[in-house]
T-cell receptor, first 112, second 116 residues
């Protein structure tokens, strides 16, 4: 089954404790992206990757890091999480930039 | 860059009635306009899309219309049912004829509520 998986689905952590949210797709897609969803603000892009070892900032990259060492995986790293990063996070992939995006189930992160 | 405005932010309709969600975009080069539906607890999923070479596209109870001159496009849902309750996002991008595209820009979403 074609899908995007994210782990964990729910995470509660404390300020400053490094965390990683994993994302994996099995569709051999070149393009992958991370979004955060906040009430009234819709989907805002954090980082995206056009292909292996090619990443770039989206609209709200501050406080986040990403890497793309393999085509299927695109982890999101929060080196020192802060409460304003409490949000619902989605990973997505697509054949290429601008094409239909397939979204993961989401990761709800709470930073206290 | 592209800017996509979506209205309304919340829409409540009676079951069986029609619902219309509207989006405007700023970049006249945009030529691909998808709509995504996000059900509670899930990620958004593509439900219909339209390209700039057509003015309307239908798929059963849903349809999308595009007015390139006015730079707006709309989602129409007829005979609404409880399972239509969700958040809907419009988006726009410029897809190049030789391959590749500018990134998708999303609207802020519309929470559609179907009243029984």
């Amino acid at each position: 089954e074609a899908q995007v998986t994210q782990n964990p689905r729910y995470l509660i952590t404390v300020t400053g404790k490094k965390l990683t949210v994993t994302c994996s797709q099995n569709m051999n897609h070149e393009y992958m992206s991370w979004y955060r969803q906040d009430p009234g603000l819709g989907l805002r892009q954090i980082y995206y990757s056009m292909n292996v070892e090619v990443t770039d900032k989206g609209d709200v990259p501050e406080g986040y890091k990403v890497s793309r060492k393999e085509k299927r995986n695109f982890p999101l790293i929060l080196e020192s999480p802060s409460p304003n990063q409490t949000s619902l996070y989605f990973c997505a992939s697509s054949f290429q930039d601008g094409y239909e995006q397939y979204f993961g189930p989401g990761t709800r992160l709470t930073v206290t | 860059g592209e800017n996509v405005e979506q209205h309304p932010s919340t829409l409540s309709v009676q079951e069986g009635d029609s619902a219309v969600i509207k989006c405007t975009y700023s970049d006249s080069a945009s030529n691909y306009f998808p709509w995504y539906k996000q059900e509670l607890g899930k990620g958004p999923q593509l439900i219909i899309d339209i390209r700039s070479n057509v003015g309307e596209k239908k798929d059963q109870r849903i349809a999308v219309t595009l007015n390139k001159t006015a730079k707006h496009f709309s989602l129409h849902i007829t005979e609404t049912q409880p399972e239509d309750s969700a958040v809907y996002f419009c988006a726009a991008s410029n897809m190049y004829s030789g391959g590749g595209a500018d990134g998708l820009t999303f609207g802020k979403g519309t929470h559609l509520i179907i009243q029984p």
